[in-house]
C-alpha cells in the first residue's frame, strides 16, 4: 500500500528520507534555531510574572531538556506514543495564562517561589491525563478533524503568530528602539536573504536557507555592535535535572483552567500534525493519518506528564516548524532524532543555549515572520480541499472572523468573568471552538438551495449575473 497518496515536488527528503548525518545535522539547527526562542520564554515570562527569581536559569534548562526528549519520542513513535513526523515539541505559549493563574492561586496566599513551582507542576502532572485520556477517541470526533476544522484553526495559528514575528523583526516587546530603521533594515534584510536562498536551486544551499539567513543576520549584528557574548560566561557550566524538585501540590482552583487548556491544545495539536502531514506529502485522512494524530496528541499528553516530572512546564508540537519544513524541504523525521539531541544537551550544558540567546530579536523576527506565514498558506491548502457551499462559508467565515477579531483587538472580553477569558482570550481556541459548534449544528444539507442558484450564476457571462 502507498503511504504517500498527495506527495510534495518540493521536499528535498521526505518521511523515511535519511539525509547524510552532517546534513540531517544542518537541518536539525535551523529547526532549534527557529524554536529556541519559543521553548525558553514561556519559562522567562513565568518566572518573572511569578518572582521566580534564582530558578529561572534552571527552569530554562529542563524546558530545553524536556523538549529534546519529547521531540525524540514524538518523532521516533515509541509504541502508541508519537506520531511518527517531524514534529519538534517544546513548551507550549497556550499555557501561559492558565500555569500563571495556578500560580497567582498560590502566591496570593504568600506561597513561597517552592510552593508556587510544586502546586504547578502537581496540576500539569494530573492535567496531562486528560490529554492522555482524550487521545484515545480524539479520532472519532470527526467535528475535531474535518478540513474545515483544521484548517481555520492552523490559519488562525499561522496569522496569530505573525504579530509575534513582526514585532521581533521591529526590536521585539518594551524595546527602547521599537521600530527603529535599524531594526526594520537587520530585520528585513534576514527575511530577504531566506526568501533569495529559497530560490536556489542547489539542494544544500536552498535546504539551509533559514540557518544562512540567521547567520547572515547574527554577523551583521556583531558588526553593529549588537552582541554581547560577555553575558554568555555567566551561564551555568552544568545542571542535572532532579524529579519533583520542588515538590508536587495541588488545588482544585488552579487545576481546572489547566485542565481545560489540555483539551484545547488537543484540538490544535491535531491541527498542527494535519499541517506538518500535508507539508511533508503524507495522508490527511485514513488510516495511517488517524493513527498519526492519536499517537501524536498520545505524545503530547505524556511528554506533558514528563516535563512535569523534570520541573517544566506542558508541552506541545511547535507550529512553526511546519514553516521549516516548508523553507527547507526536508520533511525527514531522522533528523528529529538529531533535534532532540541537541536540545538535550543544551539543556545539559546552559553555556551553549546561552549562545542563542545572543540572537537579536529583529533577526529571528525577520525568520520567524515568514514561518509562521507560510503555517497560516498550509491551512489554507487545506480548506481548498473544502467544497465552498453556502454552509461551509459560513462557518469558515464566521470561525476566522471572530478568531482573529480576537487577535486584533485582545481586550474585547476585558469584563468579561476570568474563566470566559481564559477559554475564549485566544485566537486559535475561538477559531476551533465556533468551527467545531457550527459544523455540528448547521445541517449538512444547508444552503443547498443557495448553492444551486450560485452555481448556476456562474455558468453565464459575468455581464448576465449581475444584471
Not at 474585547?412 to 482570550?425: L, S, T
Request: hydrophobic content about 50%; glycine content about 12%; aromatic content about 10%.
Amino acid at each position: 500500500m502507498k503511504e504517500h497518496p498527495q506527495g510534495n515536488p518540493d521536499l528535498l527528503y521526505g518521511l523515511h528520507d535519511r539525509p547524510a548525518p552532517g546534513k540531517a545535522f544542518l537541518g536539525a539547527i535551523q529547526h532549534v534555531l527557529a524554536a529556541f526562542v519559543g521553548i525558553i520564554t514561556p519559562p522567562l515570562i513565568i518566572g518573572g510574572a511569578l518572582g521566580l527569581g534564582e530558578h529561572i536559569p534552571y527552569l530554562i534548562s529542563m524546558a530545553l531538556m524536556v523538549s529534546g526528549v519529547a521531540t525524540f519520542i514524538q518523532t521516533r513513535r515509541i509504541g502508541p506514543v508519537g506520531s511518527g513526523l517531524m514534529a519538534l515539541q517544546g513548551t507550549s505559549f497556550g499555557f501561559l495564562a492558565a500555569v500563571l493563574a495556578a500560580g497567582f492561586v498560590v502566591k496570593n496566599r504568600g506561597g513561597s517561589p517552592e510552593e508556587i513551582l510544586s502546586v504547578i507542576f502537581g496540576v500539569s502532572f494530573l492535567g496531562a491525563f486528560v490529554e492522555i485520556f482524550l487521545s484515545r477517541f480524539i479520532t472519532k470526533l470527526k467535528s475535531l478533524m474535518n478540513p474545515i476544522v483544521t484548517g481555520c484553526v492552523i490559519i488562525t495559528i499561522g496569522l496569530s503568530l505573525t504579530k509575534v514575528g513582526l514585532t521581533d523583526l521591529a526590536g521585539g516587546v518594551g524595546a527602547e528602539d521599537f521600530g527603529s530603521m535599524q531594526n526594520l533594515m537587520l530585520g528585513g534584510g534576514v527575511l530577504v536573504s531566506v526568501v533569495l536562498i529559497s530560490m536556489i536551486h542547489i539542494k544544500v544551499i536552498r535546504s539551509s536557507a533559514i540557518f544562512i539567513g540567521l547567520m547572515l543576520g547574527l554577523l551583521t549584528a556583531v558588526f553593529m555592535g549588537r552582541i554581547d557574548f560577555s553575558l554568555v560566561a555567566e551561564a551555568p557550566v552544568f545542571t542535572l535535572p532532579v524529579p519533583f524538585k520542588f515538590g508536587f501540590g495541588f488545588d482544585w482552583q488552579a487545576f481546572i483552567p489547566i485542565a481545560f487548556m489540555y483539551i484545547i491544545t488537543s484540538i490544535e495539536t491535531s491541527g498542527d500534525l494535519t499541517a506538518t502531514s500535508m507539508i511533508s506529502g503524507e495522508p490527511i485522512k485514513g488510516p495511517v493519518y488517524e493513527e498519526r494524530i492519536k499517537g501524536g496528541v498520545l505524545g503530547d499528553g505524556v511528554n506533558s506528564l514528563i516535563g512535569a516530572v523534570f520541573n517544566t512546564f506542558p508541552v506541545t508540537t511547535f507550529s512553526q516548524n511546519n514553516g521549516v519544513i516548508q523553507m527547507t524541504g526536508i520533511a525527514s523525521r531522522y533528523v528529529g532524532f538529531f533535534v532532540g539531541g541537541i536540545l538535550f544537551v543544551m539543556g545539559l550544558f546552559p553555556v551553549l543555549g546561552s549562545i542563542f540567546t545572543q540572537l537579536p530579536k529583529p533577526v529571528v523576527g525577520g525568520v520567524t515572520l515568514l514561518m509562521f506565514a507560510t503555517v497560516a498558506t498550509a491551512g489554507i491548502r487545506i480548506l481548498s480541499t473544502v467544497k465552498f457551499t453556502h454552509r461551509n462559508i459560513l462557518i469558515i467565515a464566521t470561525s476566522l472572523g471572530l478568531a482573529m477579531g480576537v487577535a486584533f483587538v485582545p481586550d474585547v472580553f476585558a469584563q468579561a468573568p476570568q474563566f470566559f477569558r481564559n477559554i475564549f482570550g485566544s485566537p486559535v481556541t475561538v477559531a476551533g471552538i465556533v468551527a467545531i459548534l457550527l459544523d455540528t449544528i448547521l445541517p449538512k444539507g444547508y444552503g443547498t438551495e443557495f448553492d444551486k442558484k450560485t452555481s448556476t450564476n456562474e455558468l453565464k457571462p459575468l455581464e448576465e449575473t449581475v444584471s
